[in-house]
């Protein structure tokens, strides 16, 4: 929808608002109802069990537990007993792994929740004539915003009065310097946002000035809300060592099992008699092949790293990621990140 081509008057009959004395409580409560918070959309927070089950699916887990049971299920059957021990060692290892990632996520999601329960941002509205201060995620279209330097804007806001009003673009536009912005109505329906002189889009920074707007969109329906949906929709790309790890793992299970299938041939066409023995010794082979010990130790690595990073101000939420930042040899940035 465009709005900065919009009289004052047709801004009033469209949102249902005065501009002098903006909506009643009423009106924004029923209106809050109707379209919901003024929050950008988020990525869906994995429960704890989602974590941990998806650690057990990992590719050399699952090798793991295929070895342990395959131990048991030979010895079953070639000795007619169970042995148990090399299964449950195996399974004490997948499991502790998966505790290890699922503790430092779940540390991590809740670091990140409380900083931003410590940073809600507030906005100073027009409610039936009264100036009283909300918070940001409660407003609602039709709105009289009142904005001052040095806050972000809460919300895409038309520019009813302005004051030297200049205003950082850049996460948005890309423009590296503030741009001024006035309350002259533009009669040009095809502007990029960069032209919309009379618009403050939300998550944009006021670096001097002061003005009154009303708001004309919010939460997803917003400039910046249009990108964060495209974001949420993003699928999660696989970090180099997950890549590098699968691929280990798809090397190992073939080297394995090509090192059983030698020994058991091998011993096999020396002494075909004693089959159940070298049917047992190939399998023992294959298993001590596969490394138990290094999705623990790569957890334990990464767990130490999560905590060094921390101590510097740091949160990362998955284990997987401190490895690809620590990938990174050089940074670039354009103009908008000096």
Same mark, same amino acid.
């Given at each position: ?37 003024? /929050?950008?959309?988020?990525? =869906?927070? @994995? ?25 048991? #299920?030979? /010895?079953?059957? #070639? ?26 996520? #779940?540390?991590?999601? @809740?670091?990140?929740?409380?900083? =931003? ?120 790309? @696989? ?67 999560? @905590? ?31």
């Amino acid at each position: 929808m465009i709005w900065f081509n919009k009289t004052d008057k047709e801004l009033e009959q469209e949102f249902g608002t005065n501009l002098n004395w903006g909506l009643s409580v009423e009106q924004a409560a029923e209106k809050l109802v109707k379209n919901g918070k003024n /929050e950008l959309p988020k990525p =869906k927070n @994995k429960r704890w069990s989602i974590i941990f089950l998806s650690s057990l699916l990992d590719p050399l887990a699952i090798i793991l537990i295929i070895a342990g049971i395959a131990s048991v #299920v030979i /010895e079953k059957v #070639v000795n007619n007993r169970i042995h148990v021990i090399d299964f449950i060692v195996i399974l004490c290892i997948v499991l502790l792994n998966a505790f290890i990632q699922t503790i430092e996520q #779940v540390k991590a999601k @809740k670091s990140l929740e409380s900083l =931003k329960k410590m940073t809600i941002p507030l906005a100073v509205v027009k409610r039936g004539g009264n100036i009283i201060e909300i918070p940001a995620n409660e407003l609602v279209v039709g709105d009289i915003v009142i904005l001052e330097a040095g806050k972000y804007i809460p919300a895409d806001i038309r520019i009813l009065e302005a004051s030297n009003l200049f205003i950082d673009e850049s996460a948005l536009t890309g423009e590296s310097v503030p741009v001024e912005k006035n309350n002259n109505l533009l009669a040009n329906e095809k502007l990029i946002l960069a032209e919309q002189s009379n618009m403050a889009f939300m998550s944009t920074f006021i670096t001097n000035g002061r003005a009154v707007g009303i708001v004309v969109a919010s939460a997803i329906n917003s400039q910046i809300g249009k990108i964060a949906a495209v974001v949420v929709r993003t699928k999660h790309e @696989k970090t180099p060592l997950q890549i590098r790890l699968t691929k280990l793992t798809k090397v190992v299970s073939i080297f394995a099992i090509l090192l059983a299938i030698f020994v058991f041939v091998f011993f096999f066409l020396t002494d075909e008699n004693s089959w159940p023995i070298n049917l047992m010794a190939s399998v023992t082979i294959a298993i001590a092949v596969i490394p138990e010990s290094l999705v623990v130790i790569v957890s334990v690595i990464l767990s130490l790293s999560v @905590k060094r990073m921390a101590r510097v101000n740091v949160i990362v939420k998955k284990l997987d990621a401190v490895e690809t930042l620590g990938s990174v040899n050089v940074i670039c940035s354009d103009k908008t990140g000096l």
